[in-house]
């Protein structure tokens, strides 16, 4: 399966923005899928992921309140809406689908990725 995100960008402090994950190749229906983020010379980290029919979703301790992670299967696509984002939400956020079809937050779970998408909060 092929993950395409988007909908980075520029953004104020305070803003949002909302990033898509579609999937092409064949469905991701039936697996969890997570986003993590990568800031310069950092590891990636883990940020959001939903279960397979978005019945559950977990976030990291710095995004809970702020970013909602959601899924329609029908158009293959899972979100990620960010609000009141912060200059240290800036990053490359990736999109991954897990072999498993319950959310998880180890990077090792996930076995496909997209290529990434930017996201700059400034100050």
């Known amino acids: 399966v092929q993950l395409q995100a988007s909908g980075g960008g520029l953004v104020q402090a305070g803003g949002s923005l909302r990033l898509s994950c579609t999937a092409s190749g064949r469905t991701f229906s039936n697996n969890a899928v997570g986003w993590f983020r990568q800031a310069p010379g950092k590891e990636r980290e883990f940020v959001a992921a939903?279960?397979?029919?978005?019945?559950?979703?977990v976030y990291a301790d710095d995004v809970k309140g702020r970013f909602t992670i959601s899924r329609d299967n029908a158009r293959n696509t899972v979100y990620l809406q960010m609000s009141s984002l912060k200059p240290e939400d800036t990053a490359v956020y990736y999109c991954a689908a897990s072999l498993n079809s319950v959310p998880g937050r180890s990077i090792t779970t996930y076995r496909y990725w997209g290529q990434g998408t930017q996201v700059t909060v400034s100050s």
């Open positions: 939903i279960s397979w029919n978005g019945g559950v979703a």
